[in-house]
């Protein structure tokens, strides 16, 4: 059971938009502390995404999207692509474990 | 180029011990953290631990679950970071991934990550 909450499966069809939702409590982000995103192609290494308020590191289309409310926070994608299918987790920190932590990861399929 | 690369993964029995390697390179390794990320088949990630740079003092942390049993080191002369794993079991079977860290205490990212190296403890 992993500290951040996340939904096993998100799906779209190409041009959609879809969300995937990571749900801490007041230890994750609700105290705070920023949230990041990783999207793991298959059979790849995960890749950062999107970290903190909405920041892309170089070459991560606008059509990602971040926002944060309570002790959740969301990854929003716009215009699905077939490229997109991959595994997406959050990643935030735990004051109460003093430790780093992920999401349980989504799988989003393009239909 | 940022790059990070592991290697030591190994198929081994049950209590063995093991060292992982994380070579780098592109980046000016001694200014950075460097972290330790597992992934169990079919399963999703897991931090393991990191440690900072020596202007941190080379501090480590780890996750609680391998806390006393795992040891993250650095040799900064090879821009070399380690994950010595003890008392190895089953669940430690995973791809074990190296990590550079960015950001700040409560913020950090792992903004550049290996391929991984992949662990297989059986009998």
């Known amino acids: 059971q992993s500290v951040l909450s996340q939904p096993p499966s998100v799906s779209g069809a190409p041009g959609q938009r879809v969300s995937i939702s990571c749900t801490g409590g007041?230890?994750?982000?609700?105290?705070?502390?920023?949230v990041h995103w990783y999207q793991q192609l298959p059979g790849s290494a995960p890749k950062l995404l999107i970290y903190?308020?909405?920041n892309r590191p170089s070459g991560v289309p606008d059509r990602f999207s971040v926002s944060k409310s309570g002790t959740s926070a969301s990854l929003a994608i716009s215009g699905l692509q077939a490229e997109d299918e991959a595994d997406y987790y959050c990643?935030?920190?735990?004051?109460?474990?003093?430790?780093?932590?992920f999401g349980g990861g989504t799988k989003v399929t393009v239909l | 180029e940022v790059k990070l690369v592991e290697s030591g993964g190994a198929l081994l029995q049950p209590g063995r011990s093991l060292r992982l390697s994380c070579s780098t390179s592109?980046?000016?390794?001694?200014?950075?953290?460097i972290s330790w990320v597992r992934q169990a088949p079919g399963k999703a990630l897991e931090w393991l631990g990191f440690?900072?740079?020596?202007?941190?003092?080379?501090?480590?942390e780890y996750a609680a679950s391998v806390k006393g049993r795992f040891v993250i080191s650095r040799d900064d002369s090879k821009t070399s970071a380690y994950l010595h794993l003890n008392s190895l079991k089953s669940e430690d079977t995973a791809v074990y991934y190296c990590?550079?860290?960015?950001?700040?205490?409560?913020?950090?990212?792992?903004?550049?990550w290996g391929q991984g190296t992949l662990l297989t403890v059986s009998s």
């Open positions: 990590a550079r860290v960015s950001g700040y205490f409560g913020s950090e990212r792992f903004d550049y």
């Open positions: 592109g980046f000016s390794f001694d200014d950075y953290t």
């Open positions: 440690i900072r740079s020596k202007a941190y003092g080379a501090t480590t």
């Open positions: 007041s230890s994750t982000i609700g105290a705070g502390y920023d």
């Open positions: 903190g308020n909405n």
């Open positions: 990643q935030s920190y735990d004051s109460s474990l003093t430790a780093r932590v």
